[in-house]
């Protein structure tokens, strides 16, 4: 079909172009998170991270060094020296002594500063030479303000403050062993207690079928904001309190119907033969689930875990209301970053790791597991 | 104990235990309770099948009646009386949804409430079917659906991140590293704007956030849908002279009406319970609460279950009529 409609070439170009801009805006948000993450709080402060990757003319302010340094030769005092105190020297494309007029000299000009007593070369660079016949006094050297090319520079050091450094009390490895604590159990055992509801209520036969597939289909949409209260209070009574134990349990709970609803509505599907067959072989029902049905819904399984798995990983409400107590032991990724969304507002260069260190788990089982994903979507989304 | 242990502990366990508990509970209704043995085989045969549906059926129907059906009660008598020092309540009637109803706090996250009910399952539906009539079209189609699908694994609390960067402002003089700002600017803005504190309009910037993460549930759904029509349909239109444009609109859309409605209705759900983006990005400051974060703080920041569980019930009542269209589809579809 895509041929006839395809002759009218300016239309193909239009739907070229019109996705390309879709995608490349869908992308763009995440790529400034990813890009600043590689960026000190300098740069990112600085300029746009889109900047960042191209060689910049960036602006900065530096001194001479301090009148005390200075020299005397031949009745002319001089300082004497490099603005740039790390190795690697930029290209000094302008550079100014006024705040007003930051790029009014190029480089190897000569100007007089200090009210007309003394002269500044600065050269490309970096070497500058502060010239006075009389003493230069105060503590603090000139100013000077450079514009240089630099080159994209990217560093991993933010990533090695927040995950490796043991001293970094908002570090993200001990939250991070916390969500998969949370994470795994959370997402393994509704599987296997879902499987075998599914089971019976697409294969076996008794009364109340239809009502009980209605009731899973009802509980499907009941918002979590519901069972908050009611079970913390629950929780708090039997003793559990908050704990991993109330997350993993809670977690259980609400995915529940996802994963009795995707199952169930998978096996209905696997042939009919196949049960009947083992039926008359003399297999029980245990023996034609765990020999039969479970290897042949694997996909189905497989979508729901991932499903489980992005949910809980992803969680903050649940982790809020049952697992995080006041000690903050047990806090988790995403509780962690709202921490640091209030106390470092500003310290992009903190939180754009911090969250990419939280969204790179589920991005890999997402792009490793994309088929599944989508097969439990078409599947999941109530027909 | 180290919670990494206890975790492996409690996989151990959890998955033992229900393992073990089918098995045995199978093996005793089997073995011991019914033997399909004896001189009454054939009426232990029939017993032993009424009840073992019920065996595969208990853990999940205790966990759904215990985590969902039985809180859904709880939070409508809690809403209805008020906590009394010690542990005891008094029943109180309404006085919890009247104090509510008098706040104004309230009914701003009803209206905002109702602005993302509109807003966030359109505009999700329309890039989502935008996304899919246009990657179906080209042969690079399913790399552009991954990467826009992409968001959907990413937490609200990273979006709110991402997005918070986005909206980032600087003072003007300075770099802006929003990017936002920066092309509010290049576009010949004056003054670098805040976005999240604008009243009103900083709903719709949180908003965003939410249709780019749901854009890619709608486009997955939605290209399916388009695989699905038939090829002739769209053949006849054609050989009649229709143009892309009316091939779409008057032949594909209509098409696909069911599962335009699956889509909007799921993303409804999404949107009412949305919390975490609110919490993360404003804390519903700046006239931009929403029901479920008004809820959290009236539970937890206030310590007021009552008017809590009132709001936590208003939520219940708006996706009451979603969870009615369900029940009764999937009901008509088992027929």
Same mark, same amino acid.
């Given at each position: 079909?895509?041929?006839?409609?395809?002759?009218?070439?300016?239309?193909?170009?239009?739907?070229?172009?019109?996705?390309?801009?879709? &995608?490349?805006?869908?992308?763009?948000?995440?790529?400034?998170?990813?890009?600043?993450? *590689?960026?000190?709080?300098?740069?990112?402060?600085?300029?746009?991270?889109?900047?960042?990757?191209?060689?910049?003319?960036?602006?900065?302010?530096?001194?001479?060094?301090?009148?005390?340094?200075?020299?005397?030769?031949?009745?002319?005092?001089?300082?004497?020296?490099?603005? *740039?105190?790390?190795?690697?020297?930029?290209?000094?494309?302008?550079?100014? !002594?006024?705040?007003?007029?930051?790029?009014?000299?190029?480089?190897?000009?000569?100007?007089?500063?200090?009210?007309?007593?003394?002269?500044? !070369?600065?050269?490309?660079?970096?070497?500058?030479?502060?010239?006075?016949?009389?003493?230069?006094?105060?503590?603090?050297?000139?100013?000077?303000?450079? !514009?240089?090319?630099? $080159? $994209?520079?990217?560093?991993?050091?933010?990533?090695?403050? &927040?995950?490796?450094?043991?001293?970094?009390?908002?570090?993200?490895?001990?939250a991070f062993f916390n969500t998969l604590t949370v994470t795994i159990p959370a997402t393994i055992i509704p599987i296997l207690v879902a499987a075998f509801a599914a089971y019976?209520?697409?294969?076996?036969?008794?009364?109340?079928?239809?009502?009980?597939?209605?009731?899973v289909?009802?509980l499907l949409?009941? $918002?979590l904001?519901?069972a908050?209260? $009611?079970l913390?209070?629950?929780?708090?009574? &039997?003793?559990i309190?908050?704990s991993y134990l109330g997350a993993w349990l809670a977690h259980t709970g609400f995915g529940m119907p996802l994963a009795i609803y995707l199952l169930r509505n998978y096996m209905?599907?696997?042939?009919?033969?196949?049960?009947?067959?083992?039926? &008359?072989?003399?297999?029980?029902?245990?023996?034609?689930?765990?020999?039969?049905?479970l290897p042949?819904s694997f996909p189905a399984l497989a979508s729901f875990a991932i499903f489980q798995f992005l949910w809980t990983w992803n969680d903050l409400l649940v982790a809020l209301v049952f697992l995080i107590?006041?000690?903050?032991?047990t806090?988790v990724m995403t509780k962690?970053?709202?921490?640091?969304?209030?106390?470092?507002?500003?310290?992009?260069?903190?939180?754009?790791?911090?969250?990419?260190?939280s969204i790179a788990v589920p991005l890999a089982v997402f792009f490793a597991m994309q088929r599944y994903l989508v097969r439990g979507l078409?599947a999941g989304?109530?027909? | 104990?180290?919670p990494a242990l206890q975790g492996i502990l409690t996989i151990v366990i959890g998955v033992s235990g229900c393992v073990?508990y089918f098995?045995?509970?199978?093996?005793?209704?089997?073995?011991?309770?019914?033997?399909?043995?004896?001189?009454?085989?054939? /009426?232990? #045969?029939?017993?032993?099948?009424?009840? /073992?549906?019920?065996?595969?059926?208990?853990p999940a129907?205790a966990a759904l009646?215990?985590y969902l059906? =039985?809180?859904?009660?709880?939070?409508? /008598?809690?809403?209805?009386?008020?906590?009394?020092? %010690?542990?005891?309540?008094?029943?109180?009637?309404?006085?919890? =949804?009247?104090?509510?109803?008098?706040?104004?706090?309230?009914?701003?996250?009803?209206?905002?409430?109702?602005?993302?009910? #509109?807003?966030?399952?359109?505009?999700?539906?329309?890039?989502?079917?935008?996304?899919?009539?246009?990657?179906?079209?080209?042969?690079?189609?399913?790399?552009?659906?991954?990467?826009?699908?992409?968001?959907m694994a990413i937490s609200f609390v990273g979006?709110?991140?991402?997005?918070?960067?986005?909206?980032?402002?600087?003072?003007? %003089?300075?770099?802006?590293?929003?990017?936002?700002?920066?092309?509010?600017?290049?576009?010949?803005?004056?003054?670098?704007?805040?976005?999240?504190?604008?009243?009103?309009?900083?709903?719709?910037?949180?908003?965003?956030?939410?249709?780019?993460?749901?854009?890619?549930?709608?486009?997955?759904?939605?290209?399916?849908?388009?695989?699905? #029509?038939?090829?002739?349909?769209?053949?006849?239109?054609?050989?009649?002279?229709? +143009?892309?444009?009316?091939?779409?609109?008057?032949? @594909?859309?209509?098409?696909?009406?069911?599962?335009?409605?699956?889509?909007?209705?799921?993303?409804?759900?999404?949107?009412? @319970?949305?919390?975490d #983006?609110?919490?993360?990005?404003?804390?519903?400051?700046?006239?931009?609460?929403?029901?479920?974060? =008004?809820?959290?703080? @009236?539970?937890?920041?206030? +310590?007021?279950? %009552?008017?809590?569980?009132?709001?936590?019930?208003?939520?219940?009542?708006?996706?009451?009529?979603?969870?009615?269209? +369900?029940? =009764?589809?999937? /009901?008509?579809?088992?027929?």
């Open positions: 079909m895509d041929n006839i409609v395809g002759k009218k070439s300016g239309l193909v170009w239009a739907v070229h172009l019109s996705l390309a801009l879709l &995608v490349i805006v869908w992308l763009f948000p995440t790529t400034g998170l990813l890009v600043s993450s *590689f960026r000190t709080g300098d740069q990112i402060a600085t300029s746009g991270w889109w900047k960042s990757l191209t060689a910049s003319e960036q602006s900065q302010t530096l001194r001479t060094a301090s009148p005390d340094e200075q020299q005397e030769i031949d009745g002319v005092f001089v300082v004497e020296g490099n603005l *740039f105190e790390s190795t690697d020297k930029p290209d000094i494309s302008s550079w100014g !002594t006024s705040s007003r007029d930051i790029g009014a000299n190029a480089p190897g000009d000569t100007v007089e500063v200090n009210k007309g007593t003394a002269t500044l !070369t600065v050269t490309a660079n970096g070497d500058y030479r502060l010239e006075s016949s009389e003493a230069f006094e105060g503590r603090r050297g000139e100013r000077v303000f450079l !514009t240089a090319k630099t $080159p $994209p520079e990217f560093t991993l050091d933010n990533y090695d403050k &927040v995950l490796f450094d043991e001293n970094n009390r908002e570090g993200m490895a001990k019976a209520l697409a294969w076996m036969d008794f009364p109340g079928r239809a009502l009980l597939v209605a009731l289909v009802g949409v009941v $918002p904001q519901l908050l209260i $009611p913390l209070k629950l929780h708090n009574e &039997v003793g309190g908050k209905v599907g696997l042939p009919k033969d196949i049960i009947e067959n083992a039926k &008359v072989d003399g297999a029980t029902d245990f023996q034609i689930f765990v020999k039969i049905i042949l107590d006041s000690s903050g032991e806090t962690q970053i709202v921490e640091l969304l209030g106390t470092r507002g500003g310290n992009w260069e903190i939180l754009a790791t911090s969250a990419f260190v078409l989304s109530v027909k | 104990m180290h073990g098995y045995f509970s199978n093996q005793l209704l089997d073995k011991v309770l019914f033997p399909p043995r004896g001189p009454h085989a054939g /009426r232990n #045969i029939t017993r032993a099948n009424l009840i /073992r549906p019920w065996l595969f059926l208990f129907l009646s215990l059906a =039985y809180p859904v009660f709880e939070t409508l /008598r809690l809403s209805l009386t008020e906590r009394l020092p %010690g542990d005891r309540s008094q029943f109180v009637g309404l006085a919890n =949804y009247q104090k509510m109803f008098s706040e104004a706090k309230f009914w701003e996250a009803m209206r905002n409430n109702l602005l993302w009910l #509109i807003v966030v399952p359109a505009l999700s539906t329309v890039f989502g079917l935008l996304a899919a009539q246009l990657s179906d079209r080209v042969r690079w189609g399913n790399i552009a659906k991954s990467l826009i699908f992409m968001p979006a709110a991140v991402i997005f918070k960067l986005v909206y980032d402002t600087r003072p003007l %003089g300075q770099e802006q590293i929003g990017v936002l700002n920066a092309i509010y600017l290049f576009l010949g803005g004056d003054h670098p704007a805040s976005w999240l504190t604008i009243p009103f309009w900083n709903n719709f910037f949180l908003m965003i956030v939410l249709v780019w993460i749901q854009t890619g549930f709608a486009m997955v759904i939605l290209s399916a849908a388009l695989r699905g #029509i038939p090829e002739e349909t769209i053949e006849a239109a054609i050989v009649d002279g229709a +143009n892309p444009f009316q091939v779409f609109f008057k032949i @594909k859309v209509p098409q696909i009406m069911g599962t335009i409605v699956v889509v909007w209705t799921t993303i409804t759900i999404v949107v009412l @319970k949305v919390f #983006i609110v919490f993360a990005m404003t804390n519903g400051q700046w006239e931009t609460q929403v029901l479920a974060n =008004y809820m959290y703080d @009236k539970m937890f920041r206030a +310590n007021d279950w %009552g008017v809590g569980s009132a709001s936590a019930m208003i939520i219940m009542l708006l996706v009451t009529p979603i969870l009615v269209w +369900n029940v =009764y589809n999937a /009901r008509k579809e088992m027929r």
